[in-house]
């Protein structure tokens, strides 16, 4: 079955995210500090919580989580729009200045 352009577009920026989150999770220091400082913070909340209270905050971490994803799909794919318009109007921009 043929994939929409729509879908396409979907398929291609989920990868491409994933990509550069895979990349930057294992090659940025910075992004290693700060997940290695997460993680810390987090076993100690997790340590002073009750248990029945331990759930609340992994739904939460859940929920953020795929909120962030959504948004940084959105920006990419923003980018990804912005930067085709850019190619486009300067292509127009050199066709009409040819013309001139």
Same mark, same amino acid.
């Not at 491409?16 to 100690?44: H, P, T, W």
């Not at 340590?47 to 795929?66: A, G, H, N, Q, R």
């Given at each position: ?17 994933? =990509?550069? $989150?895979?990349?930057? /999770? ?9 997940? @290695? *400082?997460?993680?810390? #913070? ?16 992994? =739904?939460? $971490?859940?929920?953020? /989580? ?9 920006? @990419? *794919?923003?980018?990804? #729009? ?19």
């Amino acid at each position: 079955m043929e994939m929409s352009l729509e879908d396409y577009f979907k398929d291609f920026i989920e990868k491409r995210v994933e =990509e550069i $989150e895979v990349f930057n /999770s294992c090659n940025d220091k910075g992004y290693m500090d700060l997940q @290695y *400082k997460a993680s810390k #913070l987090k076993q100690a909340v997790l340590l002073s919580l009750p248990e029945i209270k331990k759930d609340i905050l992994l =739904e939460y $971490e859940s929920v953020e /989580s795929t909120c962030q994803i959504f948004i940084h799909e959105k920006i @990419y *794919k923003q980018g990804l #729009l912005d930067g085709i318009k850019i190619f486009n109007t300067v292509t127009d921009f050199k066709k009409n200045f040819k013309n001139l």
